[in-house]
Every structure is written in C-alpha cells, then in structure tokens.
C-alpha cells in the first residue's frame, strides 16, 4: 500500500505508532555509555517508536534535565545511533543493542552532499519544502520562495538508503529518519514548548 493514500485533508501523515520492540531495550555506547528504553504500559504522547523499515525502528523519549533521546534502531545488525543533547549541542551516540556481538557502528555521512530532497509533510503545497544539502550542510527553501540555513547539521548512515539527521534552527532541533528507498520520513521536532511527533516524504530529486 501506499502510505500517502492515507493522508487526510488538512492533517499530516505520520507513521502509526509500533510495538513490535521488547519492552525493554538496553543499549551499549562508545565511551562505555549505557542506555536503556522502557516502553511505557498506557499510551504516552510524549513517547513515540515507529518503524520506517524492515527491521529499522525510530523511537524519541524523553531524558533526564528536560533533555531528549532520538534513536534509530536496526534489529537486524544490532545497531543503534542516539542522537542525545538540546538544540544547542545536540550530537550522535554510536552503539550497539546490549548483548550484540559485533564491532561494526553507524557512522556520520555526506552522502547527501550534492543532493537536492523535496519533503512533504502534509497534503498541500503549503507543507513542503527542498533541501539542498553541501559541504556538510542544507539550505531549506520553502514553499513561499523564503530560506534558511541549520545552525547546526549532521547525518549518520543506518543502512543503504537510510539516512538519520539532526538540525537545529534556534531553540528547535528537528530529528529525522529517513528511507530513500520508500521516500518515507519520521522524526520530532523539539523545543521550549515540548515535542512533536512528524511524517512526511522525501524524495531526491
């Protein structure tokens, strides 16, 4: 199925929530950080896991000092990236879900470098805009013809086609995974006022 003939008018997609991982998962970091998610038992708005792939799941839960912990999760390699901090010094953990024996880690990426990716975040042209990313970095012009640049942007490759991102506009860092291979997005915008949960498309052009 096409996950776009599920848009309604007015509203944005974003992918349903998943409960396919244990409901507990430890992770093991680089510089011997340990970190584990517990799903909550009733449904939590703060708290959200989707799977955007086969075996590749994103999931965003809140952290200790108000802080926020986004992961993208691969059961099949036992991989894991966090991306843990504030908008202000947000950065990548790489790791390995505790108990995976293999020495292989995601890794930062400018692969999207030379790239030019219109995302969709909702049915009209109002909720679009293009990415084109160099030297480490991306331009955003929206629909409106206006632009801007990320104070702060880094990538991290989790498998062929599949892209996880941070960038951060002031107080804002939006988090993102993405399959190229479906043009499918999710991911959480955090801020002052809270997070919010996304789905969208985005498709290289």
């Not at 929530?17 to 998610?37: C, M, N, Q, T, W």
């Not at 999760?73 to 966090?82: A, E, N």
């Not at 030297?135 to 929206?142: A, D, M, P, V």
Request: glycine content about 12%; some cysteine; aromatic content about 14%.
């Amino acid at each position: 199925m096409d996950l776009r003939t599920l848009l309604l008018s007015g509203f944005p997609y974003a992918p349903p929530r998943s409960y396919e991982l244990p409901a507990v998962v430890r992770f093991a970091f680089d510089g011997g950080i340990k970190d584990e998610i517990v799903f909550p038992i009733n449904t939590n708005e703060s708290f959200y896991s989707a799977k955007i792939a086969d075996t590749v799941y994103f999931v965003s839960r809140a952290a200790e000092n108000g802080k926020r912990f986004d992961y993208a999760i691969d059961t099949s390699t036992g991989l894991v990236t966090r991306i843990s901090g504030d908008a202000a010094d947000s950065e990548f953990n790489f790791g390995v879900i505790e108990g995976s024996a293999t020495s292989e880690r995601h890794a930062s990426s400018n692969d999207l470098d030379g790239n030019k990716v219109k995302w969709t975040f909702g049915p009209g042209e109002q909720n679009s805009l293009t990415a084109e990313y160099s030297g480490g970095s991306g331009t955003l012009t929206y629909h409106d013809g206006t632009s801007k640049t990320p104070q702060a942007f880094a990538v991290a490759r989790i498998a062929q086609g599949v892209y996880f991102y941070y960038e951060a506009f002031g107080e804002h860092r939006v988090t993102m995974l993405c399959d190229f291979g479906k043009d499918l997005a999710v991911g959480s915008v955090l801020g002052a006022g809270g997070v919010a949960f996304l789905g969208g498309w985005g498709k290289i052009l």
